[in-house]
């Protein structure tokens, strides 16, 4: 009897080369007890001292954290850039960086309109006939303001806002603009890629990919410690110098 194989199966028995690398990485900011309906009737009748919880109490809190992202931008002297539906930030941001003349900062501030869970009062009935107000999440279009900024250490990134209760965040590391520092002659210390094999030809011929692609310095040390037939291609992520 011949068991069906799967595709992984096959390519495991060819493969002879194998490189990893980071793509993406981003971190989520966000509060854990703001993310089920006990935690914010608790935020906003135990820590606030309201009677109840209800959507209409996070308007207020919307309003004044959007007033003051603009007063940052008005009192830093930031572009605010509106970003249309299907525009590429990366492009934008590109240009931006390209003439960017600090060793570190904020480039400019984005706004876009994006989907989110937000929380939302929902009116049911007891088995009595009476009708409470219930908090129940849900999928809405809110606006998110993107902070893009340019670290000496950690290269450029981008902090992003939700506008909208509990105000959750995101933090990007922009590793695909890396080219565009290095061009400016730009090379925080964990922006290296190491490529370890016991072929110097292959090697050589990744790192110079890399360092094509604009990824940071190509190191193809001949005495790195423990050697392996698998290449590593790692852009680091940590702040440790020693980056390994």
């Not at 068991?3 to 971190?27: C, G, K, N, Q, W």
């Not at 308007?59 to 970003?83: G, Q, W």
């Not at 893009?148 to 950690?154: K, P």
Request: net charge positive; aromatic share 12%.
């Amino acid at each position: 009897m011949t068991l069906p194989r799967t595709a992984a199966d096959v390519l495991s028995e060819h493969v002879v080369f194998e490189v990893e690398s980071i793509d993406r990485m981003y971190l989520n900011v966000y509060q854990p007890r703001l993310t089920y309906g006990a935690g914010v009737a608790g935020f906003f009748v135990a820590h606030r001292g309201n009677r109840y919880a209800s959507t209409a109490l996070m308007d207020p809190m919307t309003k004044t954290f959007v007033a003051d992202i603009h007063h940052f931008i008005a009192s830093h002297d930031l572009d605010l850039v509106h970003f249309d539906k299907g525009q590429r930030k990366d492009e934008v941001t590109a240009e931006k960086l390209a003439g960017f003349t600090e060793a570190q900062g904020i480039l400019y501030v984005g706004r876009a309109q994006e989907k989110a869970l937000v929380w939302r009062t929902q009116r049911r009935r007891n088995p009595s006939g009476g009708d409470y107000a219930w908090m129940v999440r849900a999928s809405a279009f809110i606006n998110h303001f993107y902070f893009y900024c340019l670290d000496a250490d950690f290269g450029p990134f981008f902090l992003k806002f939700g506008t909208y209760f509990p105000y959750t965040a995101k933090l990007y590391p922009l590793t695909e603009l890396l080219g565009v520092v290095t061009a400016q002659g730009l090379d925080p210390y964990h922006r290296r890629a190491r490529c370890r094999t016991r072929d110097h030809d292959t090697r050589r011929t990744l790192n110079s990919y890399m360092d094509q692609r604009g990824a940071g310095t190509g190191h193809s040390s001949d005495t790195a410690p423990q050697p392996t037939s698998r290449c590593a291609f790692q852009s680091c992520v940590s702040v440790s110098p020693d980056c390994r």
